[in-house]
T-cell receptor
Framework: ETGVTQTPRHLVMGMTNKKSLKCEQHLGHNAMYWYKQSAKKPLELMFVYNFKEQTENNSVPSRFSPECPNSSHLFLHLHTLQPEDSALYLC?????????????FGPGTRLTVL | AQSVTQPDIHITVSEGASLELRCNYSYGATPYLFWYVQSPGQGLQLLLKYFSGDTLVQGIKGFEAEFKRSQSSFNLRKPSVHWSDAAEYFCAVGFNKLVFGAGTILRVKS
């Protein structure tokens, strides 16, 4: 595997379920990101990790819980989500969390909350 | 307030025609500037970036962008569009963190 991979690619869950999204990067990067992409809205940065430390939490509701066990892996734990949380969730990585660095994106997880 | 604007939500061009996608920003100084492309079912891919120097930047897939300080713009151009260029294009700007524009969906008609 190369680049940034995300699993699952599609996820349907009820509002009472608990699920996790996984992201893995094979680029040797030190920063990883979660973005939310909703229809007709700009890409929303959710969380940033740099060298496994969270450096950005963009006022994300606590029903989204990120985890970064090492620089190659990033998780987004989901619980008691709302229908408006349905979106494409994109993971990205870069050399570090400075804005000048190119971000490499995974294909995303399409989440539907029923 | 710092912001990035892509005025066009949709653009349709004929195959072989030229293309210009607009991006305007509002920052106190010149931020880092990027253009990304997202094909259906895929993540975003970097087309080109500008930090300083020559204001005309060449990117991948035959794209270029011109930075104009006086207009706070960083417009993306391509001389001749191919059907495979149909995708969504995002301008992104920032100093400490990137802010993405709302995107422009490009449709190519044959």
């Amino acid at each position: 595997e190369t680049g940034v991979t995300q699993t699952p690619r599609h996820l349907v869950m009820g509002m009472t379920n608990k699920k996790s999204l996984k992201c893995e990067q094979h680029l040797g990067h030190n920063a990883m990101y979660w973005y939310k992409q909703s229809a007709k809205k700009p890409l929303e940065l959710m969380f940033v990790y740099n060298f496994k430390e969270q450096t950005e939490n963009n006022s994300v509701p606590s029903r989204f819980s990120p985890e970064c066990p090492n620089s190659s892996h990033l998780f987004l734990h989901l619980h008691t989500l709302q229908p408006e949380d349905s979106a494409l969730y994109l993971c990205a990585s870069s050399q570090d969390d400075q804005a000048r660095n190119e971000q490499f994106f995974g294909p995303g997880t399409r989440l539907t909350v029923l | 307030a710092q912001s990035v604007t892509q005025p066009d939500i949709h653009i349709t061009v004929s195959e072989g025609a030229s293309l210009e996608l607009r991006c305007n920003y509002s920052y106190g100084a010149t931020p880092y500037l990027f253009w990304y492309v997202q094909s259906p079912g895929q993540g975003l891919q970097l087309l080109l970036k500008y930090f300083s120097g020559d204001t005309l930047v060449q990117g991948i897939k035959g794209f270029e962008a011109e930075f104009k300080r006086s207009q706070s713009s960083f417009n993306l151009r391509k001389p001749s569009v191919h059907w495979s260029d149909a995708a969504e294009y995002f301008c992104a700007v920032g100093f400490n963190k990137l802010v993405f524009g709302a995107g422009t969906i490009l449709r190519v008609k044959s």
